[in-house]
């Protein structure tokens, strides 16, 4: 299990313990746990609907150039961009703590 936090659109923080023998990212997590995330590719890193500002210092694996495609592509992009469909629910990501982009509109 490792604890993930995720702060809403409004601000508020979301704080869960994950199992990790599971197989799930973060998207799969807030959208199990009804935050404002679509996933609109399901997962394949084909939209940037899940996109996320990791706020701790975790060193997560590189992004994928299928991920920098599209973040190339979302709105409100900053250095600490992420696909939250391409961050795995793994040991490694203890005390992750992210903030839902904003979507345009």
Same mark, same amino acid.
């Given at each position: ?10 601000? +508020?923080?979301?704080?869960?313990? !994950?199992?990790?023998?599971? /197989? %799930? ?7 199990? #746990?009804? $935050? ?11 939209? +940037?609907?899940?996109?996320?500002? !990791?706020?701790?210092?975790? /060193? %997560? ?7 920098? #495609?599209? $973040? ?23 005390? %992750? ?9």
């Amino acid at each position: 299990m490792v604890n993930i936090s995720v702060y809403d659109r409004d601000g +508020a923080l979301h704080s869960w313990e !994950v199992p990790t023998d599971m /197989d %799930l990212n973060l998207m799969e997590l807030c959208k199990a #746990n009804e $935050l404002p995330v679509e996933g609109t590719c399901g997962g394949m890193a084909l939209c +940037a609907s899940c996109h996320v500002y !990791v706020e701790s210092s975790h /060193d %997560l694996p590189p992004a994928s150039e299928d991920e920098e #495609n599209m $973040l190339d592509e979302a709105f409100f992009v900053k250095s600490n961009s992420r696909l939250g469909c391409q961050i795995k629910i793994t040991d490694k990501i203890e005390g %992750l703590v992210a903030r839902l982009a904003p979507v345009s509109g």
